[in-house]
Every structure is written in structure tokens, then in C-alpha cells.
């Protein structure tokens, strides 16, 4: 009985995710298609976690800049005059930092969480 409970809140659990995912995509879209970007385009990985963060993993070549400190470093990202895929862990803090960049004038992308960047590589 305790099994079936337990198999039952999996499903249950798994359905959920699902349907988020659903409508994650239906809302916001497929996001960007990151292998022409990263590969063809050699766009900079921007990643706007905190240095601890960072510092526990990566995508490779990426670049930190927190996103409590992009507002006064985006001179520095303007000047490489190439398209950004930021990333992050989730990518809501990466969102952020998609709209801010694109704001100032940059060829920005969101690409979600670090791991879904470093898929890409």
C-alpha cells in the first residue's frame, strides 16, 4: 500500500513537471537555439551568478559578471561587440540580465541555466 502511495505521488509529481514545462514553453517560447550562437557566432556566456556560485560550476569559457555588479561592468561587455548568452542557475536572474543588456543596446539571449548553456558546447 505504502508503495502504490509512493508510486502514485511520483506520477503525480511527474505530471506537474511536465505540464510546467508545457507551459513554460507556450508562454515564453523555445528560447534561442544556442549551437549557431556558441559555435558559429562565438557569442560571449555571460553568467550572472555570485563568484560562490560560479565557483561550484560552470559552463566552459564562460565569463562572471554577478548581476548585482552588471550595471556598472557593461562597458566592459560593449566593447567585445559580439552576441551574449547570459545564463544562470534557473534562468530568472539571467532574464533579468538579458532585458537589462538589450536595454543598453547588446545582442543578448537568454540561456537558462549553466547546464543547458554548457549542453550546448
Known sequence: MKVNSYYTYQKSKNTRNTMFQFLKKLLFGKGP???PLLHERKA?????RTVPEFRMGHAKGSVNIPLQELGQRMGELKKKNVPIVACCRTGA???TATRM???AGMEVYNGGSWQNVARHL
Open 93 to 95: 536572474r539571467s532574464g
Open 101 to 103: 543588456l538589450r536595454a
Open 33 to 35: 537555439d544556442l549551437k
Open 44 to 48: 560571449l556566456i555571460l553568467d550572472v
